[in-house]
């Protein structure tokens, strides 16, 4: 029976229509990145203000239904910057996807798993938590640079602890972030999961810390450090085979004892964007598989064919069923 597989890493996004909850700051709609977005996601601003934010989780889902090799995607929520007093503090919020708006697609889609996001600085982070699960989340998803998260804070140490009672894994952005108009990059710092990693959560370090450097060193390397000592790390290849990162998923997969560690995603909707296309790949790959590769028109069957060229082991397709927190039977 062949196995299912899974995207892990898939995005979703609101303006706050319908009443959905969500919320993009002004800085962020000025942005040109925010019409990309929505173009990518296949909407336009009046859509979405006619039909509700609901519409980018029906035609993600749609898209994915028309995927021959892909069965089901993780669609993340994102939490905010928490305050002194452990609120929301939408003033330094940049977007903002509630659990209960991925949840709610979630349970009208079969293809759709909920991803959720609890900023663990919230006075109920651990209440949330429990909720979450109780909701179906399957993992939880953090981008510390833009919530102002600190992996290293012990103070994280009973929001950890449940997370592994939960066995919940935490999908955790690593290297710089380019997405959004401000950023503390040195909290996606990989050295800085090693309190989870001995509390024993399973870590996932989004895009393999495929970017940027910490107190002189590479990203890359100081996961690559830890992978050697903690078992419990994995990573996504989500964002791999962007322009900003082509020699990174080669560079990747000649680490053959981390194949088993490491998790198919696609980082959705930035595939639907100019800056993943297989002619970036012209040099690695003949003309004719580059061209095949092309005319392939489902994203995620793309995605797939052109990360197989490149040499990704069938095995990391199916990866994330072993680690996901999946409904029993599922």
């Known amino acids: 029976m062949q196995q299912s597989i899974i995207d892990i890493h898939c995005h979703a996004a609101g303006i706050g229509a319908g009443n959905s909850g969500c919320f993009i700051s002004p800085a962020m709609r000025r942005s040109f990145k925010f019409h990309i977005y929505l173009r990518a996601f296949g909407v336009s601003e009046r859509e979405l203000l006619v039909q509700g934010d609901h519409l980018i989780v029906e035609r993600l889902s749609a898209l994915l239904a028309g995927a021959e090799r892909v069965q089901q995607a993780v669609v ?34 079969d293809n759709i798993l909920f991803g959720a996001s ?33 992996p290293a804070d012990e103070r994280l140490v009973p929001f950890y ?13 690593t290297g710089e972030e380019e997405s959004f108009t401000c950023k503390q990059d040195h909290l996606g ?14 870590v996932i370090a989004a895009h393999a810390a495929s970017s940027g450097k910490n107190d002189g060193e590479a990203n890359f390397n100081r996961f690559l450090r830890l992978c050697a000592e903690f078992p419990n790390l994995y990573a996504d290849v989500s964002a791999l085979t962007q322009l900003n990162r082509l020699n990174h ?24 964007t100019l800056i993943v296309t297989p002619l970036a790949f012209a040099h690695r790959l003949s003309p004719r598989k580059v061209l095949a590769i092309s005319h392939i028109r489902n994203p995620w069957d793309q995605d797939i064919a052109l990360k197989e060229a490149l040499g990704l082991p069938e095995n990391v397709l199916t990866n994330a069923a072993r680690i996901l927190r999946l409904p029993a039977g599922a």
């Not at 602890?161 to 952005?173: A, F, V, Y």
């Not at 004892?257 to 930035?270: I, N, S, V």
């Open 189 to 202: 710092d990989p050295e800085r999961l090693r309190l989870p990693l001995r509390v024993g959560v399973t």
């Open 249 to 272: 998923l080669p560079r990747l997969l000649k680490h053959r004892e981390l194949h088993g560690r490491l998790l198919y995603g696609t980082d959705m909707p930035l595939l639907q």
């Open 161 to 173: 602890e449940c997370l592994r009672g939960q066995g919940l894994p935490l999908l955790t952005h």
């Open 76 to 109: 993340l929520a994102l939490d905010g910057v928490i305050d002194q007093n452990g609120e929301l503090d939408m003033a330094r919020t940049e977007a903002f996807i509630p659990n209960e708006f991925i949840a709610s697609a979630a349970s009208r889609h």
């Open 118 to 150: 609890i900023n663990p600085y919230r006075h109920d982070a651990i209440e949330r938590l429990h909720q979450a699960v109780a909701q179906g989340a399957v993992l939880l998803k953090w981008l510390p640079s833009i919530q102002g998260i600190d």
